[in-house]
Protein backbone atom coordinates (compact mmCIF):
# COMPACT_ATOMS: atom_id res chain seq x y z
CA UNK A 1 0.00 0.00 0.00
CA UNK A 2 1.38 3.41 -0.85
CA UNK A 3 -0.25 6.46 0.94
CA UNK A 4 0.02 9.67 -1.19
CA UNK A 5 -0.20 13.16 0.17
CA UNK A 6 -0.58 16.47 -2.14
CA UNK A 7 0.44 19.63 -0.80
CA UNK A 8 1.09 23.36 -2.04
CA UNK A 9 -1.81 24.32 -4.17
CA UNK A 10 -3.50 27.47 -4.16
CA UNK A 11 -4.87 30.88 -5.62
CA UNK A 12 -2.68 32.72 -7.91
CA UNK A 13 -2.74 34.90 -10.84
CA UNK A 14 -2.07 34.31 -14.40
CA UNK A 15 1.60 34.48 -14.96
CA UNK A 16 2.67 33.31 -11.07
CA UNK A 17 4.02 30.14 -10.07
CA UNK A 18 3.65 27.65 -7.70
CA UNK A 19 5.19 24.34 -6.45
CA UNK A 20 3.34 21.09 -5.42
CA UNK A 21 4.55 18.34 -3.27
CA UNK A 22 3.73 14.63 -3.17
CA UNK A 23 4.72 13.11 -0.27
CA UNK A 24 4.56 9.42 -0.28
CA UNK A 25 4.77 6.36 2.68
CA UNK A 26 4.39 3.09 3.51
CA UNK A 27 5.69 0.80 -0.08
CA UNK A 28 7.50 3.82 -1.64
CA UNK A 29 8.87 2.07 -4.24
CA UNK A 30 7.35 3.37 -7.36
CA UNK A 31 8.34 2.76 -11.10
CA UNK A 32 7.21 6.09 -11.55
CA UNK A 33 5.02 8.98 -9.99
CA UNK A 34 2.71 11.00 -12.24
CA UNK A 35 0.93 14.23 -11.90
CA UNK A 36 -2.88 14.51 -13.38
CA UNK A 37 -5.43 17.43 -13.19
CA UNK A 38 -8.84 17.47 -12.88
CA UNK A 39 -10.99 20.51 -13.90
CA UNK A 40 -14.85 20.64 -13.08
CA UNK A 41 -16.84 18.79 -15.46
CA UNK A 42 -13.49 17.29 -17.05
CA UNK A 43 -11.93 13.73 -17.45
CA UNK A 44 -8.59 13.64 -15.19
CA UNK A 45 -5.47 14.26 -17.26
CA UNK A 46 -1.89 13.71 -17.72
CA UNK A 47 0.27 16.15 -16.82
CA UNK A 48 3.71 15.00 -15.96
CA UNK A 49 5.72 11.61 -15.09
CA UNK A 50 8.57 10.55 -13.55
CA UNK A 51 10.89 7.54 -13.58
CA UNK A 52 12.24 6.15 -10.41
CA UNK A 53 15.54 7.36 -10.62
CA UNK A 54 13.97 10.68 -12.25
CA UNK A 55 16.44 10.61 -14.96
CA UNK A 56 13.48 10.06 -17.64
CA UNK A 57 10.58 13.04 -17.27
CA UNK A 58 7.20 12.94 -19.31
CA UNK A 59 4.96 16.04 -19.83
CA UNK A 60 1.93 16.67 -21.43
CA UNK A 61 2.09 18.87 -24.54
CA UNK A 62 -0.02 21.88 -22.89
CA UNK A 63 2.13 22.32 -19.94
CA UNK A 64 5.26 21.62 -21.76
CA UNK A 65 7.85 24.14 -21.19
CA UNK A 66 6.26 25.49 -18.14
CA UNK A 67 6.25 22.85 -15.31
CA UNK A 68 8.61 20.34 -14.28
CA UNK A 69 8.12 17.58 -12.14
CA UNK A 70 11.08 16.40 -10.14
CA UNK A 71 11.70 13.94 -7.66
CA UNK A 72 13.84 13.88 -4.04
CA UNK A 73 13.96 9.67 -3.59
CA UNK A 74 15.76 10.33 0.04
CA UNK A 75 12.58 12.34 1.02
CA UNK A 76 10.04 10.15 -0.57
CA UNK A 77 8.89 13.23 -2.28
CA UNK A 78 7.67 13.92 -6.02
CA UNK A 79 7.41 17.97 -6.90
CA UNK A 80 6.26 19.38 -9.72
CA UNK A 81 7.24 23.23 -10.55
CA UNK A 82 4.42 25.17 -12.32
CA UNK A 83 5.58 28.73 -13.61
CA UNK A 84 3.96 31.15 -16.05
CA UNK A 85 0.62 29.73 -15.04
CA UNK A 86 -2.82 30.49 -17.05
CA UNK A 87 -6.25 30.15 -16.29
CA UNK A 88 -6.90 26.92 -18.55
CA UNK A 89 -4.63 25.42 -15.45
CA UNK A 90 -7.22 25.69 -12.60
CA UNK A 91 -7.78 22.03 -11.77
CA UNK A 92 -7.57 19.68 -8.51
CA UNK A 93 -4.23 18.41 -9.33
CA UNK A 94 -3.71 14.25 -8.47
CA UNK A 95 -0.38 12.75 -7.30
CA UNK A 96 -0.37 9.21 -9.04
CA UNK A 97 2.10 6.16 -8.20
CA UNK A 98 3.17 3.20 -10.31
CA UNK A 99 4.53 -0.13 -9.34
CA UNK A 100 3.64 -1.32 -12.91
CA UNK A 101 4.86 0.75 -15.73
CA UNK A 102 7.21 3.54 -16.46
CA UNK A 103 6.07 6.95 -17.81
CA UNK A 104 2.59 6.05 -18.37
CA UNK A 105 0.20 9.00 -19.49
CA UNK A 106 -2.95 6.80 -18.78
CA UNK A 107 -4.88 7.06 -15.49
CA UNK A 108 -4.55 3.20 -15.88
CA UNK A 109 -1.54 2.89 -15.74
CA UNK A 110 -1.42 4.04 -11.95
CA UNK A 111 -1.48 2.36 -9.04
CA UNK A 112 -2.45 4.47 -6.16
CA UNK A 113 -3.34 8.12 -6.02
CA UNK A 114 -3.10 11.26 -3.49
CA UNK A 115 -6.67 12.83 -2.68
CA UNK A 116 -5.98 15.92 -4.84
CA UNK A 117 -4.39 19.46 -4.11
CA UNK A 118 -7.17 22.48 -5.63
CA UNK A 119 -4.58 25.07 -8.16
CA UNK A 120 -6.96 28.24 -9.34
CA UNK A 121 -5.35 30.81 -11.34
CA UNK A 122 -7.13 34.01 -11.71
CA UNK A 123 -6.91 36.39 -15.34
Known amino acids: ?3 LVESGGGLV ?3 DSLR ?3 AASGRTFSRSMGWFRQAPGKERDFVAAISS ?3 NTYYADSVKG ?3 ISRDNAKNTVYLQ ?3 LKPEDTAVYYCAA ?3 MIGSTTRGGYDYWGQGTQVTVSS
Open 1 to 3: QVL
Open 13 to 15: QAG
Open 20 to 22: LSC
Open 53 to 55: SGG
Open 66 to 68: RFT
Open 82 to 84: MNS
Open 98 to 100: SIR
